[in-house]
């Protein structure tokens, strides 16, 4: 199973970014998926979340901010970032849960800064 996840880059404070993630491989669908970013001395943490049915999860530091979309059936997860921080620059990576298993992307670099 492959993550694949698209849309980072560099933008100035207060813009927007759509990050796309899709999943290719044997796997049926996924229970959960999610957005996760790291950045440089810290460790990872979550930043959106989606389960089965539509359920949404976020991190306080983007509540408001980001909007995470997606169909765990048809493994794809978005994530709508505004009004962006320069405390948000990051790698972001995909994730995507089924059973006991955990699968994840190679990340894409978002960089906000003027």
């Not at 698209?6 to 927007?16: D, H, R």
């Not at 049926?28 to 001395?41: D, T």
Request: proline letters at 3%.
């Amino acid at each position: 199973v492959q993550l694949v996840e698209s849309g980072g880059g560099l933008v100035q404070p207060g813009g927007s970014l759509r990050l796309s993630c899709a999943a290719s491989g044997m796997i049926f669908s996924f229970h959960a998926m999610g957005w996760y970013r790291q950045a440089p001395g810290k460790q990872r943490e979550l930043v959106a979340s989606i389960i089965k049915g539509g359920r949404t999860n976020y991190a306080d530091s983007v509540k408001g901010r980001f909007t995470i979309s997606g169909d765990t059936a048809k493994r794809t997860v978005y994530l709508e970032m505004n009004s962006l921080k320069p405390e948000d620059t990051a790698v972001y990576y995909c994730n995507g849960k089924v059973d006991l298993l955990e699968y994840w992307g190679q990340g894409t670099q978002v960089a906000v800064s003027s």
